[in-house]
């Protein structure tokens, strides 16, 4: 009787474990894929764009965009400062670039935005943003 009771008792045991090894072990898997691939790659409507301040210039100096892109300036420059200055939505002008620093904006909306530099006036750029 006892003997029985142990062999179906096993025999169950090893029946649950076996059918639950392969699920879990996809699970985990699947898990460790996403987790990885999460950290990849950025969420939507986070994606990144960026500027370069070089030789005077704002490069591209039309920058294409979707909403929700965030650009980053990037000053460099050897010596010279400058600005990233949304003069026409009457924004305050950023901070004083100097050579590797950076300034950062995130377009939720699309439209034209022209922008100019703070000291150099002739230094112009657009961010065009567009679905
Ligand atoms: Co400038």
Redesign the pocket.
């Known amino acids: 009787m006892s003997n029985l009771r142990d062999d179906s008792v096993s025999t169950r045991q090893q029946r649950g474990g076996g059918g639950l090894r392969a699920p879990r072990f996809f699970a985990a898997l699947l898990l460790t894929v996403s987790l990885c691939l999460g950290a990849i790659m950025p969420a939507a409507g986070a994606e990144m764009a960026e500027v370069a301040i070089e030789k005077?210039a704002f490069v591209p100096q039309v920058l294409k965009i979707k909403p929700g892109t965030t650009v980053t300036w990037v000053n460099r420059e050897k010596r010279?400062n400058?600005s990233v200055f949304f003069e026409q939505e009457n924004l305050p002008e950023s901070d004083r670039l100097f050579p590797g620093e950076t300034y950062q904006r995130t377009f939720e909306k699309s439209g034209t935005y022209p922008y100019r530099?703070g000291?150099?006036p002739e230094?112009l750029g657009v961010i065009e943003v567009a679905e």
């Open positions: 005077m010279t400058h530099c000291p150099h230094m």
